[in-house]
């Protein structure tokens, strides 16, 4: 097999294309022979060591990828040779195998198409878990979804659409916005040349969103709550903008909202149950029509270097995909 090896996280750049050992499972792990792998953003984070996430040198990046399953270690029930697998095992992505624990893999549709299957679990059980779980969004309420155009965010605005809610978009350029507008958001803002405190004024009549979607952070994070509804929920999903935003304390005592944490990855692993039948659930709305991960472009996986330097360059719109074969 080869991968793109890790041996200093000092950026994508020092990632080797590199021959080793073809893997064998072990118990309870499925190997996979990867057809499709997204990029996201923490992957972006853990070669450079910024992630929450610190893998033991050297490592495999690609924190999520789909593929076809070749091998199933003892104890595994459920899967079989031949079956199609999304894995979010947080490393071993970009390669061309890789073998995962079975908890963090999900049994796709035969017919699913790759890409949108690398594309799907990670942006999906995020944004479900946040709104429908953490903020138990409730249809007629109004979603602020930050960052509308990235991975995660494009995925919060058909999650709050086919809860009912009504969703506003905010992104950092006109394309973005559009492009948003054309997932299913109601109205987009360009904090870059709008006034996000002002524009959610207008939006909403002076009430303000009561469910503010963040995984940007920076200094958005601020005017955001300042506009957010009474007892509005704050989801805190991430820090794109590098910069972690701070609040001052009296804001969620004026306005009796929450400031919420998301950490889809813990609860996965603290409650698996409730995990599994989201996914599930997720799953079931795949097969509906009622999602579809927005692909921004396929990539070789030879190209993995230019993928993170346009995902650094912040001109991703949906999910970026490199591809074996």
Same mark, same amino acid.
């Given at each position: 097999?080869?991968?793109?090896?890790?041996?200093?996280?000092?950026?994508?750049?020092?990632?080797?294309?590199?021959?080793?050992?073809?893997?064998?499972?072990?118990?309870?792990?499925?190997?996979?022979?990867?057809?499709?792998?997204?990029?996201?953003?923490?992957?972006?984070?853990?070669?450079?060591?910024?992630?929450?996430?610190?893998?033991?040198?050297?490592?495999?990046?690609?924190?999520?990828?789909?593929?076809?399953?070749?091998?199933?270690?003892?104890?595994?029930?459920?899967?079989?040779?031949?079956?199609?697998?999304?894995?979010?095992?947080?490393?071993?992505?970009?390669?061309?195998?890789?073998?995962?624990?079975?908890?963090?893999?999900?049994?796709?549709?035969?017919?699913?198409?790759?890409?949108?299957?690398?594309?799907?679990?990670?942006?999906?059980?995020?944004?479900?878990?946040?709104?429908?779980?953490?903020?138990?969004?409730?249809?007629?309420?109004?979603?602020?979804? %930050?960052? /509308? &155009?990235?991975? =995660? @965010?494009?995925?919060?605005?058909?999650? *709050? +659409?086919?809860?009912? !809610?009504?969703?506003?978009?905010?992104?950092?350029?006109?394309?973005?916005?559009?492009?948003?507008?054309?997932?299913?958001?109601?109205?987009?803002?360009?904090?870059?040349?709008?006034?996000?405190?002002?524009?959610?004024?207008?939006?909403?009549?002076?009430?303000?969103?009561?469910?503010?979607?963040?995984?940007?952070?920076?200094?958005?994070?601020?005017?955001?709550?300042?506009?957010?509804?009474?007892?509005?929920?704050?989801?805190?999903?991430?820090?794109?903008?590098?910069?972690?935003?701070?609040?001052?304390?009296?804001?969620?005592? %004026?306005? /009796? &909202?929450?400031? =919420? @944490?998301?950490?889809?990855?813990?609860? *996965? +692993?603290?409650?698996? !149950?409730?995990?599994?039948?989201?996914?599930?659930?997720?799953?079931?709305?795949?097969?509906?029509?009622?999602?579809?991960?927005?692909?921004?472009?396929?990539?070789?996986?030879?190209?993995?270097?230019?993928?993170?330097?346009?995902?650094?360059?912040?001109?991703?719109?949906?999910?970026?995909?490199?591809?074996?074969?």
């Amino acid at each position: 097999m080869h991968a793109w090896l890790c041996k200093t996280p000092t950026g994508a750049q020092d990632l080797a294309w590199t021959e080793l050992p073809a893997p064998a499972p072990g118990p309870g792990e499925l190997l996979i022979e990867i057809e499709a792998a997204s990029l996201n953003f923490p992957d972006l984070l853990i070669v450079q060591n910024k992630y929450q996430f610190k893998p033991e040198l050297p490592f495999v990046p690609g924190c999520e990828y789909a593929g076809i399953v070749r091998a199933v270690g003892n104890g595994v029930s459920g899967y079989s040779p031949g079956d199609r697998a999304a894995c979010y095992a947080g490393t071993g992505g970009f390669a061309t195998h890789a073998v995962a624990p079975v908890e963090k893999c999900l049994r796709m549709p035969s017919d699913c198409d790759p890409a949108e299957a690398a594309a799907f679990v990670m942006a999906y059980a995020t944004s479900h878990h946040a709104l429908m779980d953490r903020a138990a969004l409730k249809a007629g309420e109004t979603v602020l979804v %930050l960052g /509308g &155009a990235g991975g =995660v @965010g494009s995925s919060a605005i058909q999650i *709050a +659409r086919a809860a009912g !809610a009504r969703v506003i978009a905010a992104a950092s350029t006109s394309a973005k916005c559009a492009y948003c507008v054309e997932l299913g958001a109601q109205a987009a803002i360009n904090y870059a040349t709008q006034d996000l405190r002002a524009e959610l004024k207008a939006l909403t009549d002076g009430r303000g969103p009561d469910v503010i979607y963040d995984p940007v952070g920076g200094p958005y994070a601020e005017p955001a709550f300042r506009s957010i509804a009474w007892r509005g929920r704050y989801l805190v999903v991430g820090f794109a903008a590098g910069a972690i935003g701070a609040l001052p304390m009296n804001l969620p005592l %004026l306005k /009796g &909202a929450s400031v =919420v @944490g998301v950490f889809w990855g813990d609860y *996965a +692993r603290r409650e698996p !149950a409730a995990n599994a039948r989201m996914l599930d659930e997720l799953v079931d709305m795949l097969r509906a029509g009622a999602l579809k991960p927005p692909i921004d472009r396929i990539m070789p996986m030879s190209e993995l270097k230019a993928a993170y330097a346009r995902m650094n360059d912040r001109k991703v719109m949906g999910k970026l995909i490199v591809r074996n074969g």
